[in-house]
Structure formats: C-alpha cells, structure tokens
C-alpha cells in the first residue's frame, strides 16, 4: 500500500511562479514574432500599394436638393424610396433617413457615405 503524499505548500508556489513565467514567455515570444516584420525602406512601395488604384473622390448627394433620378442612383434606392425622401424634406441630417423610417436601416448603412444633408441657411435680414 503506497502513501500519496500532498505536494507541500513550498512546492505549489514554486509550481504556480513557473507556470506564470512560462506563460509570459510565451506570450511575449508572440508579440515580438509580430512586431519582427521591419519597415519597409523609403522608396520601396509594396506589391500591394502599387496595384491599388488612387481612391476617386465620392460626389456626395444631397438628400435636402436631390432629384429623383439622382436618388435613384443610390444602392438600394427606387422609385417609391425616391419618392418618399423627397416627401420627408427638410432632413437635418442623413441619419434621419433610417430614424423616421424613411429606408430601412440596411439600406442606409449601405449609402450613407453617398450622401450628405446640406441646410439652407435663411438669409441674414438687414435690421
């Protein structure tokens, strides 16, 4: 009959500060594995940045002055939502289309960086 002894309270703190060191180790060996790739040097372009085309400026369209041709090029955007943009004028900003339900949410999470909501300013009146 053999006599299973438990580890000494020594013993378990001992076991608990290897553990802990290896682990932090372990985890700062794979940050630096990340962190290892160096910089390109200046002049360089990667592959990637050569294939890309420059980004073409977006014409923001104006949901407050907007056309109904020109609301239907938006995605997402037809004739009867066309028509009711048009209906809820004035907007005080393009995130009222999707809170009045004016679209559906989908639908303005997909053109929301197409169009802007411009206020006309009264004019000034000479008093």
Request: proline letters at 9%; glycine letters at 6%.
């Amino acid at each position: 009959m053999s006599v299973v002894t438990m580890p000494s309270a020594r013993h378990r703190v001992k076991r608990r500060v290897l553990v802990g060191l290896a682990v932090m180790v372990w985890a700062g060996l794979s940050c630096a594995a990340g962190a290892a790739s160096a910089p390109e040097p200046a002049g360089q372009a990667s592959a990637a940045s050569k294939k890309a085309p420059p980004a073409k400026p977006v014409k923001l369209i104006d949901i407050n002055s907007a056309s109904r041709a020109q609301l239907k090029t938006l995605p997402g955007i037809g004739d009867a939502e066309a028509d009711k943009i048009i209906a809820g004028r004035p907007y005080l900003s393009k995130a009222d289309l999707a809170s009045k339900n004016v679209i559906p949410t989908g639908v303005y999470l997909s053109l929301k960086n197409q169009v802007i909501a411009i206020q006309k300013t009264p004019p000034k009146s000479k008093a």
